[in-house]
């Protein structure tokens, strides 16, 4: 059913494109391609319902038995690609309001593009440029129109991911804890207790986005090819890579724009906790010790 799908929606994204392009598709070709969605659709539907009554009758609640057939019936990295792009496109709306992501009073937003900004707006500038080029060299009129749908989408996709990574930075929790995110693609919760200490350290690994050290257990979150920050844990701590695929690392390296100033306010934090859980109490007035 999975590899249906992989087959049938991107099918069915050509076939809307050719139809906001003015593609005159005939009418039993629509018809089937329609027909195949619907089955689909239809047999999706059961598998969903039958999962949730399967979950209602094992005790699980509304909500959670909706959840429990979705996750059986859709498979994972479709639903995190979803999720992924539909909270680009709220980001979009956040970077123009000027809003951030997950910031309390009292925490500490810690931004992260600063090594990157230069090379997403050369990727904006060279998509723009290519949709004009390709408008003006494409002689054929269908051609023309499906290619600047892909293209201005493919724009909107570069502004949204850039989006999301300035509407959603590292936070410095008021309670001691650490989140660590890269746009809407990575997001990792750190409470107080799980973090031993943290430091500046300036490094410049190799490998994509997310490389593990297995032998050492760390996981690099690399931001223009850098980490400045190096988060050593109490022990284990899970996360979960863009597309669904689990880990544990004990050594957290990341990149913050202004390292010092975050782990600044880390240890000001750590430390007036500290004392404040060592405060003693107050005597209540009129009480008299011997």
Do not use: N
């Not at 969605?37 to 609640?61: C, D, F």
């Not at 937003?109 to 900004?117: C, E, I, L, N, S």
């Not at 570069?158 to 930075?169: F, W």
């Not at 990149?255 to 004392?275: G, N």
């Amino acid at each position: 059913m999975s590899r249906a799908l992989w087959v049938v929606v991107p099918a069915e994204f050509a076939l809307v494109v050719c139809l906001l392009a003015g593609v005159d598709v005939p009418a039993p070709v629509l018809l089937a391609a329609e027909a195949v969605v619907l089955t689909l659709v239809a047999i999706e539907a059961v598998l969903v319902r039958r999962h949730y009554k399967a979950a209602r009758l094992a005790g699980a609640e509304r909500r959670a038995a909706l959840v429990a057939a979705v996750e059986a019936a859709v498979p994972a990295v479709a639903r995190r690609l979803l999720v992924h792009e539909l909270r680009g496109m709220t980001s979009l709306v956040r970077w123009v309001g000027r809003r951030v992501h997950g910031v309390r009073e009292g925490d500490l937003a810690a931004p992260y593009t600063g090594p990157q900004t230069a090379m997403m707006y050369g990727l904006l500038f060279v998509s723009v440029v290519e949709t004009v080029a390709l408008a003006i060299l494409v002689p054929w009129p269908l051609a023309h129109k499906i290619l600047l749908v892909v293209d201005v989408y493919g724009v909107l996709m570069v502004l949204a991911l850039h989006a999301s990574c300035v509407t959603r930075p590292h936070v410095v929790g008021a309670d001691g804890s650490l989140r660590v995110r890269w746009g809407a693609l990575f997001d990792l919760r750190i409470t107080g207790g799980q973090i031993a200490s943290a430091r500046v350290e300036r490094r410049y690994p190799d490998g994509s986005l997310i490389r593990i050290d297995e032998p050492g257990g760390a996981l690099d979150l690399i931001v223009g090819g850098q980490t400045t920050v190096r988060v050593e844990l109490t022990g284990p701590v899970a996360f979960v890579r863009p597309l669904g695929t689990r880990g544990t690392a004990t050594v957290l390296r990341f990149h913050a724009d202004d390292p010092a100033a975050l782990v600044a306010r880390f240890t000001q934090v750590r430390k007036a906790l500290a004392e404040a859980s060592h405060e003693p109490e107050e005597k209540p007035v009129g009480d008299v010790s011997v």
